[in-house]
């Protein structure tokens, strides 16, 4: 079945780089997303990648897919405070009609 | 600026009444969901829809209904609510168009508790 798996919880140091890792299953996917949550809030756009690009950078984030390996990863540079959140990743899917498939989201704690 | 709205930010029922979830977009969005987010399971889609009066399950249908009479509201129906339905629910709509880029635009989410 469709699955999006992400490691529960990252915690870095204010200045550090933090990488958080997904894996994805459905080979159909053209886009994949990065979505932010902040405590108490709902989730926002923070990136998003095409299928068949291997990277992206845009300013302090960088998003590298292996489709080979299905696996998607965020890099944030010089992590601040106000970086600590859940970050989920997401899969676009084409199977019917278009949705989207989260991954259980990475709770991101920055240390000062 | 998109906005989703969301009717309350805390709800608290008792088992077995009814439920309504209500959420309105102000963009014009022909696709509208409803997840449901709960620690260690992420976002489950529970339902959405990508017209007027149409709708499509999603992963966690059981126990739920929605009604979509007008564009910009999507409501949530509880039609007889447990405590295993305690979670944070959230709204969102995207443009339709069958676009495989698709941006979707959230409201703040509701924390609803069944005691």
């Known amino acids: 079945g469709e699955d999006v798996e992400q490691s529960l919880f990252l915690s870095v140091r204010e200045g550090d780089s933090s990488v958080i890792n997904c894996t994805y299953t459905d080979s159909s996917s053209t886009y994949l997303y990065w979505y932010k949550q902040e405590p108490g809030a709902g989730l926002q756009l923070l990136t998003y990648i095409f299928s068949n690009m291997d990277m992206k950078q845009d300013q302090r984030l960088t998003v590298l897919l292996n489709k080979k390996d299905k696996h998607l990863s965020l890099r944030i540079a010089d992590t601040q405070t106000g970086d600590s959140a859940i970050y989920f990743c997401?899969?676009?899917?084409?199977?019917?009609?278009?949705?989207?498939?989260f991954g259980t989201g990475t709770r991101l704690k920055v240390l000062a | 600026d998109v906005k989703v709205t969301q009717s309350s930010r805390y709800l608290v029922k008792r088992t077995g009444e009814k439920v309504f979830l209500e959420c309105v977009q102000d963009?014009?969005?022909?696709?509208m969901f409803w997840y449901r987010q709960d620690p260690g399971l992420g976002l489950r889609l529970i339902y959405f829809?990508?017209?007027?009066?149409?709708?499509e399950k999603g992963d966690i249908p059981e126990g739920y209904s929605v009604s979509r009479e007008k564009k910009e509201r999507f409501s949530l129906i509880l039609e007889s609510a447990s405590t295993n339905q305690t979670s944070m629910y959230l709204c969102?709509?995207?443009f339709g168009g069958g676009m495989p880029y698709n941006e979707q635009f959230f409201g703040p989410g509701t924390r609803l508790t069944v005691l």
């Open positions: 997401a899969e676009g899917t084409t199977s019917g009609t278009y949705k989207y498939i």
């Open positions: 969102a709509s995207s």
């Open positions: 963009m014009d969005h022909e696709n």
């Open positions: 829809s990508y017209d007027v009066k149409m709708k």
